[in-house]
């Protein structure tokens, strides 16, 4: 197997972008991202396109055809591949393999949604719960965030844990996202209680204080309140990838792919043993660590899926950072802050960079790839050599984790 | 790279089928390839399935992690490939890239579609008409029907050829077709217009009287009538793949993937050079005949996109069996029936076999490897042993060739 290597990243702002349509920010992204490798007269064999929905978001169903004629990359091969909320993840794997198998030798991956613009109430969430089971889930009225309230209220429960611990992985998120310039939201969940005290909207003595008022910080699924949720973005990220031997051609410091992962696990979320331990993570780290020859000791920075903030905290313990149980509490103790035993979502991760679907699995590789490379600002994690991603398909039942380490 | 072979192969009936469902058709041509394939007791490693729009026909956004799950291959990797029509041969090349990297050993591609069951009028041709350019075509009415009937009236003046001549490949596609115990139609057109005269709807001389006859063959987009049109189906099909060093212990006549190509052209039509020559099909087929060392002259049997008669002609030249402009001539004077120089769609074709979108592009594989194996029934290529295919995503802006062989 020819190894993998990322040799350019581009990333557009994400959030609401009124005034760019998905084709553009795809572009924008892609366009950053060969600028960065430096191969600008190179040919791409193919392109592959992670998004969730521009069917039915943008009314746009050849999208990677139409985005590299826009790029004037033709004729290369260009496919869209999907997975839900992880359909850049799997971009980034069926990418990976178009080089891995000697197929393709310069590949472009892009990851991008766009949403906001959508003014019909409850269309994004109802196209995102169609990721459920249609009898057994749907049906019944089930939707990604009311499966995020049942987990969470299990977790606490069953770990002893207190839903402050899970208030702080959104601080700590949208800490590290006021340091990120291309994220959504780029102040503190402190920031954000002060301007509300300015404006006379109440007083409160700390941030948890704040993050309990339902006026605030209105439930959505009990308990998960505002806060502990993802926003829908607009946004998209890029990759360049090629063969590493040929990688120092075009660029100083490439990152390889060293891992990659995926599992499925059931689609009803019932029929799992245990609604608290995700399963095809456990899979899909441990085939990641297996290909790169790693552990999760060796893993310096990782980004996590934090769709919901208790997510975070339980994908910390699956993918082998925590022991079963204590990720809520690692969070409450600062170990995956920046600067801490290790480091998650220096990006601000899904809560505070933000989620523009099909982008995110792309967006959390870039991420990487800037901390690997020192590139990171002020949300350096210094000496980052080594980086994992989870990526999330469905309410848990397809993951996907990246490895990636510098060459 | 690892050779790759299909050992295992299965393929619903197509046609309106409204007593089952998207899953339960991909389901019933996945376990079909599984029990042919003798991989009963093994680990899929992943699952790559080719559908254009379950979330907009079926409101299935997840079909690739709900394929997994109820065909109990958990935890195999699962994702969903979409490229237009072609989606159901851009995850055969997925999944041969994922043997071929060696990153899988065995891989089950599925290809499906469910659309008979939509009654709201022009749902799926609007759908279908989202590949088009949203700016400089969609927006002035043109669908993918009206470039076919542009390309048709070009090509006869172009090559001073006759509209009956493409009316002989729907002739030839639906005498094949009716040999075709998984068809669509299996019925011939001579047989039509038989049971029209019976009926007392007219009388004909012959069957291209019938077919020139507004009453019995309506035009659909001047000049192309409804019999140079292929139907809308509901149907799946499906392989399995495996490293080709392992064929030989599940399979006594595996069939190896040799060449594998895709190229894209101008998303919009107006910009090419000549309408009439498909460079995107010209440059797939290239990668495909030099990858696996082959040329034109080498291949036994072909199953090309005919998604309008028109197409079969014209991919026959730029697919290397004809010179430009003597396809159509060729199927009149019947070097593409099943005994003549080079047989195409022996199967019916999207003609007759149907057209379910997702599906049409594994099917096209299907039919291969049983004509590969002799085990075509009425309608085998004696001594069929190299065979290539032609899917198209859009209209001839992305396009797929796999070409196929005994080991």
Same mark, same amino acid.
């Given at each position: 197997m020819k190894t993998v290597a990322i040799i350019g990243v581009g990333h557009t702002k994400f959030g609401p972008l009124p005034d760019k349509g998905l084709l553009d920010l795809m572009s924008e992204a892609s366009l950053e991202a060969i600028e960065d490798s430096n191969t600008n007269d190179k040919d791409f064999n193919s392109v592959y396109v992670g998004a969730m929905s521009p069917s039915a978001f943008n009314n746009l169903s050849g999208i990677a055809s139409a985005l590299v004629d826009k790029l004037s990359l033709l004729p290369a091969a260009a496919d869209h591949i999907k997975n839900g909320p992880a359909s850049g993840g799997s971009a980034v794997k069926v990418g990976f393999q178009a080089i891995a198998s000697g197929m393709s030798d310069l590949v472009l991956v892009v990851g991008g949604e766009k949403m906001t613009h959508i003014t019909t109430p409850g269309y994004v969430t109802s196209n995102v719960a169609t990721?459920?089971?249609? $009898? /057994? $889930?749907r049906s019944h009225g089930i939707s990604l965030p009311s499966f995020a309230g049942m987990l969470t209220r299990t977790y606490l429960k069953k770990y002893d844990a207190e839903l402050d611990w899970i208030s702080d992985i959104a601080i700590k998120n949208h800490k590290n996202g006021a340091l990120n310039p291309i994220a959504h939201f780029q102040r503190t969940i402190e920031d954000s209680m002060k301007s509300a005290i300015q404006k006379g909207k109440g007083n409160w003595d700390n941030v948890y204080a704040f993050l309990n008022d339902d006026k605030t910080n209105p439930i959505i699924a009990d308990p998960l309140r505002l806060f502990h949720i993802c926003p829908i973005s607009d946004g998209a990220a890029a990759l360049v990838l090629c063969n590493a031997d040929k990688a120092k051609e075009f660029c100083d410091t490439p990152i390889i792919i060293s891992g990659v992962g995926q599992a499925t696990d059931t689609q009803i979320v019932y029929e799992r043993e245990d609604i608290t331990t995700l399963k095809a993570l456990r899979l899909a780290s441990s085939q990641a660590y297996k290909m790169a020859k790693k552990t999760p000791d060796d893993i310096d920075v990782a980004e996590l899926h934090d769709a919901f903030e208790i997510l975070e905290a339980v994908q910390s313990e699956d993918i082998g950072f925590f022991k079963k149980g204590e990720g809520a509490k690692a969070a409450h103790e600062g170990l995956t802050e920046i600067g801490g035993k290790i480091p998650i979502n220096p990006s601000g991760g899904l809560k505070a960079r933000g989620h523009p679907l099909g982008a995110t699995g792309v967006a959390q590789v870039v991420e990487l790839v800037w901390q690997l490379r020192g $590139? /990171?600002?002020?949300r350096q994690v210094t000496g980052a050599e080594t980086g994992i991603t989870c990526n999330f398909g469905g309410f848990g039942n397809n993951i996907i984790s990246i490895l990636v380490e510098r060459l």
């Open positions: 990721l459920t089971h249609p $009898e /057994a $889930e $590139e /990171a600002g002020k």
